[in-house]
Structure formats: structure tokens, C-alpha cells
């Protein structure tokens, strides 16, 4: 079983900044790509940043040029540095990787628990 464990969240204020990380573990064999996602009260879950084998990255418009996500292969660990933060940042953060526990099997996804970041004054 291959589980997701982040941490980092916490309170911040406005113009602050917060690095989120997340590694992976159990039976791993290859893990293609990971990322983050977020969901704020009221909205639906919204993908933040996501990285892949190739080093191929993609931002939400909404955190491009203060949010950095990078990727540790040889820990499974992806981390998400977060620059200039905002109220309208404040969510719970989720963490996903899809990933391969060998070579003859079909790949999986999963999802953290959930780290929450608020940021207020």
C-alpha cells in the first residue's frame, strides 16, 4: 500500500511564505509524476502545481511566479515553496502521485490526507 504523508501547513501571514512537502512511500517501483492540489471552503478542488518524470511542470495560472513545486526522485518527495502568499490561498493542500509497485503492474493513483495553510493577519 503506498502512502502520502505532507506536512509544512500551518498559519502565515499575508506576503509570508510556506514550503509544503510530501513523500511517498511503500511499494514503489516507479513513480511517473506527482503534485498538489487544493480545496478552499466552499470550492471545488482545485490542481496547484504538478510534476513529472520528465521534469515537465504545470502551474494554476493563480500561483504562477510565487509558487515553485520540484521533486526529490531518489526520496519520492515532492515540495511546494510558496512565495507571496494570500488570503485567497487558504486550503487544505493535497498532495497526489500516480505510481507503478512493479513493472508488470497497471498504475495507481493516490492522494494525502490533507495539510491545511491559512493565511491571515
Known amino acids: 500500500q503506498v502512502q502520502l504523508m505532507e506536512s509544512g501547513g500551518g498559519l502565515v501571514q499575508p506576503g509570508g511564505s510556506l514550503t509544503l512537502s510530501c513523500a511517498a512511500s511503500g511499494t514503489l517501483f516507479r513513480v511517473p509524476g506527482m503534485g498538489w492540489h487544493r480545496q478552499a471552503p466552499g470550492k471545488q478542488r482545485e490542481l496547484v502545481a504538478s510534476i513529472n518524470d520528465g521534469g515537465a511542470i504545470k502551474y494554476a495560472d493563480s500561483v504562477k511566479g510565487r509558487f515553485t513545486i520540484s521533486r526529490d526522485r531518489a526520496v519520492n518527495t515532492v515540495y511546494l515553496q510558496m512565495n507571496s502568499l494570500r488570503p485567497e490561498d487558504t486550503a487544505v493542500y493535497y498532495c497526489?502521485?500516480?505510481?507503478?509497485?512493479?513493472?508488470?503492474?497497471?498504475?495507481?493513483?493516490?492522494w494525502g490526507q490533507g495539510i491545511l495553510v491559512t493565511v491571515s493577519s
Open positions: 497526489d502521485a500516480y505510481y507503478y509497485t512493479d513493472y508488470r503492474s497497471p498504475g495507481d493513483h493516490a
